[in-house]
């Protein structure tokens, strides 16, 4: 049986591939604040704007492709029994060939409606106003927003907790409730951090492997150290 290898992904894998990070070093995305685009707020006041900024996210995926960070995970699932929890609301991971993705913060190309969270359409071309559910209901991003909450982290926690190895690559480690499945992560499973810019992680009580490489270098480095110790 294969071993249980998860791994927690950020904006960082995603920059290589040119989608711009959730916040700017100007607290703007885009060159927007990020609560007129991302909050249930920024949705009653403008929806236009919202629908129009995730309109512009969702066709940038047609113009960008996974990069070798992304490839590498999925070359992973030959040895392992690989389960992505992604902070990132592109496809990426899918195109690249991963299977099991998880998307904590939603996904760019789905839609859902704005009184039933449970109604959620697939989506590939721009949404208006005037799409709505079969209950005449608008439409809005399936996206999770600032102060709404996480639906997918509990199944989140419950693949964390049945990790053998565990591995987080391109996040900062500071949005939470994600950087907190740090702690459902058993004390006997290693751990392997893949940034550029790594930070410190109090009372860790794991081994801890830091990697200071931007994905497309230090997901290979990975997959090497990974097949040869635990192979």
Same mark, same amino acid.
């Given at each position: 049986?294969?071993?249980?290898?998860?791994?927690?992904?950020?904006?960082?894998?995603?920059?290589?591939?040119?989608?711009?990070?959730?916040?700017?070093?100007?607290?703007?995305?885009?060159?927007?604040?990020?609560?007129?685009?991302?909050?249930?707020?920024?949705?009653?006041?403008?929806?236009?704007?919202?629908?129009?900024?995730?309109?512009?996210?969702?066709?940038?995926?047609?113009?960008?492709?996974?990069?070798?960070?992304?490839?590498?995970?999925?070359?992973?699932?030959?040895?392992?029994?690989?389960?992505? +929890? #992604?902070?990132?609301? &592109?496809?990426?991971?899918?195109?690249?060939? @991963?299977?099991? *993705?998880?998307?904590?913060? $939603?996904? =760019?190309?789905?839609?859902?409606?704005?009184?039933?969270?449970?109604?959620?359409?697939?989506?590939?071309?721009?949404?208006?106003?005037?799409?709505?559910?079969?209950?005449?209901?608008?439409?809005?991003?399936?996206?999770?927003?600032?102060?709404?909450?996480?639906?997918?982290?509990?199944?989140?926690?419950? +693949? #964390?907790?049945?990790? &053998?190895?565990?591995?987080?690559?391109?996040? @900062?480690?500071? *949005?939470?409730?994600?950087? $907190?499945? =740090?702690?459902?992560?058993?004390?006997?499973?290693?751990?392997?951090?893949?940034?550029?810019?790594?930070?410190?992680?109090?009372?860790?009580?794991?081994?801890?492997?830091?990697?200071?490489?931007?994905?497309?270098?230090?997901?290979?480095?990975?997959?090497?150290?990974?097949?040869?110790?635990?192979?």
């Amino acid at each position: 049986m294969k071993k249980k290898l998860v791994i927690l992904t950020g904006a960082g894998i995603s920059a290589e591939s040119g989608i711009k990070t959730f916040r700017d070093s100007d607290g703007l995305w885009e060159g927007h604040d990020v609560m007129e685009v991302a909050s249930p707020e920024g949705w009653q006041k403008n929806p236009e704007l919202v629908l129009d900024f995730y309109n512009q996210r969702r066709r940038q995926l047609n113009d960008v492709k996974p990069n070798l960070g992304h490839r590498e995970l999925a070359q992973l699932q030959i040895h392992f029994d690989v389960h992505i +929890i #992604t902070q990132n609301v &592109d496809d990426l991971h899918e195109r690249a060939g @991963s299977k099991k *993705v998880l998307h904590l913060h $939603g996904e =760019l190309r789905k839609v859902r409606s704005t009184k039933n969270p449970k109604y959620i359409l697939d989506w590939e071309g721009d949404l208006n106003l005037g799409n709505v559910d079969s209950f005449n209901h608008q439409l809005r991003p399936h996206i999770v927003w600032f102060g709404e909450a996480v639906p997918a982290f509990e199944e989140a926690i419950a +693949i #964390t907790e049945g990790a &053998d190895y565990f591995a987080v690559i391109g996040t @900062s480690l500071q *949005v939470y409730p994600a950087a $907190g499945l =740090l702690d459902y992560v058993s004390a006997k499973t290693p751990i392997f951090y893949i940034d550029p810019n790594p930070i410190a992680i109090p009372n860790l009580r794991n081994s801890l492997k830091t990697i200071p490489m931007v994905a497309s270098e230090g997901v290979p480095l990975l997959k090497n150290q990974l097949l040869a110790q635990f192979q």
